[in-house]
């Protein structure tokens, strides 16, 4: 079976030698033969291993127990492990994602964070043949993209580099025979086993069937999807080269159509087109709400013999036809720019209705562990007044644990904030315009360090 993942690292370039490569380690059958087998061309390869695991903190201890098996495997190894607790139910209910939704979230987060911190650029997870199998029958039965229906890339571009899935190429059957051959202990997740979710349902009933009657399905459906991704993209550069003759401006927020030009083209180039658009301003993250419908509306809205009209899109993009022009717009939604003093001691709240809380500890507990939601801050660094305001043109910031520093907007972008919601996010700055922290997503090196002994200040945001 290895001889096939060497092959498909090989045919798709996913691992050049010398590369950093953190793996995305859950403790499961599949990640755990990832890292075995990482661990076995290691050497060989000039590798440099690192190995990152969320948890999800959805089954109490045995969600913990998981976190101490992978670190002890990581340690057999000798290599780097690095983990986070998540509390994903409290982060769901407040943003109101589904739990796989926010877990998914919580896990791409950290994984970008271990990549920063470690200046890796390649990310490999297990997904596997069965998995890719699974994923395109669901989004067959669901409606999907033609980009949707190729289903899991074996390479796409994520943070600073590259997610690779070198398991595609085998199925889940040859996974557990690997396990077996080498030995290897690993954690189950009872969750699988529920029938309640419909992967886990196609999986169980349908999946052993389609087996049965095609003993090569994986193989097929995994040249199926190769073929499509081909396709795909040779029709995207065509889309984007003719697009350009379409687009008459465009912005993060905003991108306005030439309705003519664009009825012109080929309908499948109209169709990637809107893709391409819509990725855009969506940053990569189309909602799931957003289904074939709404792009046949959109057709029909600008072949309509009426000069204008207005469709609403998920997360509050507007599509107005006006003439000959068609806009996609979130700018309705822009909040008014604000910015406030922070009291110390005190409490501020927000346009959001979200509210800071600050206090002052005179010494600092090493032990304390600000919460996702809090900050502790180092007084000895910070200028005050400290103030709350929304993202200004430009912002930059410090990042804690690395020399380096980076655009608020490249933050906002890789935690896939939505351009609606990024003008009223609060940013924390100091007398200086230092930014200190920007609540939930990033800390500064102005929050305490081993080295802090007091006075500390602490900036809790919560919902009013
Ligand atoms: N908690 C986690 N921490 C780190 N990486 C994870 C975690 N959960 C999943 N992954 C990564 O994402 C891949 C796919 O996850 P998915 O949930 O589909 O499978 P899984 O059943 O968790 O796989 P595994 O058999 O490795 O547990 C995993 O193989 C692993 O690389």
């Given amino acids: 079976m290895w001889n096939n993942v060497s092959a498909f690292i090989q045919k798709h370039n996913l691992l050049p030698e010398g590369s950093k490569v953190v793996i995305g380690v859950s403790g499961g059958a599949d990640s755990i033969s990832l890292l075995h087998f990482f661990d076995t061309i290691r050497v060989e390869k000039h590798l440099e291993l690192i190995v990152a695991h969320v948890d999800h903190m ?23 492990f690095e983990a986070s607790q998540i509390d994903v139910l409290s982060y769901q209910r407040e943003n109101k994602w589904s739990a796989q939704v926010a877990a998914r979230k919580c896990r ?10 470690h200046q890796a650029n390649l990310l490999a997870l297990g997904h596997h043949g069965d998995d890719q199998v699974e994923t395109m029958l669901m989004r067959l039965g669901r409606g999907s993209s033609i980009k949707g229906y190729a289903g899991i890339l074996p390479k796409r571009q994520f943070g600073r580099g590259w997610i690779i899935r070198p398991l595609l190429s085998v199925t889940k059957e040859e996974v557990l025979d690997y396990v077996k051959e080498n030995g290897l202990s690993y954690r189950h997740d009872p969750s699988n086993d529920k029938d309640a979710y419909r992967r886990n349902r196609l999986r169980h009933h349908v999946l052993p069937l389609l087996k049965d009657e095609f003993p090569s399905l994986n193989e097929k459906f995994q040249a199926f999807s190769e073929h499509l991704q081909d396709d795909n993209s040779y029709l995207e550069e065509l889309t984007k080269k003719e697009w350009n003759k379409v687009i008459k401006t465009k912005n993060e927020s905003r991108v306005v159509l030439r309705i003519k030009p664009l009825l012109l083209m080929a309908k499948p180039l109209q169709r990637r087109g809107f893709q391409l658009i819509l990725n855009y301003l969506y940053n ?6 957003l289904s074939s419908i709404h792009i046949d509306n959109l057709l029909s809205l600008l072949e309509s013999e009426h000069p204008s009209g207005m469709l609403h899109f998920p997360d509050d993009l ?11 717009s979130f700018e309705n939604e822009r909040a008014i720019p604000f910015r406030a003093m922070i009291e110390v001691p005190g409490k501020i709240t927000l346009p959001t209705d979200d509210v800071i809380i600050s206090e002052v500890w005179t010494h600092y507990n090493h032990e304390v562990q600000p919460e996702k939601n809090q900050a502790i ?21 410090k990042l804690k644990g690395t020399a380096g520093s980076k655009k608020l907007k490249s933050i906002f972008i890789e935690a896939k904030i939505p351009i609606a919601k990024r003008d009223s996010w609060p940013i924390i700055v100091d007398a200086n315009e230092n930014v200190l922290w920007v609540p939930m997503l990033k800390r500064s090196p102005f929050e305490v360090t081993e080295e802090t002994m007091g006075p500390v200040l602490v900036l809790t945001i919560k919902k009013s």
């Fill in 58 to 80: 959805f089954r109490g201890r045995q969600s913990e127990e998981d976190m101490l098996f992978v670190k002890e495997e990581c340690e057999k190894r000798c290599i780097p």
């Fill in 108 to 117: 791409y987060s950290f994984y970008q964070e271990v990549m920063e911190k």
């Fill in 284 to 289: 990569n993250e189309i909602p799931p709400s």
């Fill in 377 to 397: 801050l180092d007084l000895s660094k910070v200028a005050f007044p400290l103030q709350v305001r929304s993202r200004l043109n430009g912002d930059r910031m």
């Fill in 318 to 328: 507007q599509v107005t036809r006006s003439y000959n022009d068609c806009t996609f």
